[in-house]
């Protein structure tokens, strides 16, 4: 079973940076968008950002001149950036992949699969 393996949580203060990656368990054909949630205790999770094939980004409002999304379309990694953190970022960290064609066959009868990660935690202390 094929799934997403995130890394790159830890504690730090705020204003310090982190980066997180995002990565399938095993080969896959190909896939579409990723992207990065998190959920806070007792919060939904939220959209933080998402990155198409072709590299058009999307940011939540709050991570906006914070967080930098990117991609190695070659690798299907996903990172995120994160400089200034503050405690408001703490949360749980998911990867997000959609439209994920597991192998070829899948792609010529566009059977696809969205696949999550465990998630990676991410502590900011004032």
């Known amino acids: 079973q094929v799934q997403l393996v995130e890394s790159g949580g830890g504690l730090v203060q705020a204003g310090m940076s982190l980066r997180l990656s995002c990565a399938p368990s095993a080969r896959i054909f190909s896939l579409n968008k990723m992207a990065w949630y998190r959920q806070a205790p007792g919060n939904e999770r939220e959209l933080v950002a998402s990155i198409e094939v072709r590299g058009f980004t999307h940011y939540a409002d709050s991570v906006k001149g914070r967080f930098t999304i990117s991609r190695d379309n070659e690798k299907n990694t996903v990172y995120l950036q994160m400089n200034s953190l503050k405690v408001a970022d703490t949360a749980v960290y998911y990867c997000?992949?959609?439209?994920?064609?597991?192998?070829?066959?899948?792609?010529?009868?566009?059977?696809?699969?969205?696949?999550w990660g465990q998630g990676t935690r991410v502590t900011v202390s004032s």
């Open positions: 997000n992949a959609d439209r994920v064609f597991l192998d070829g066959s899948d792609y010529e009868d566009y059977k696809y699969v969205e696949l």
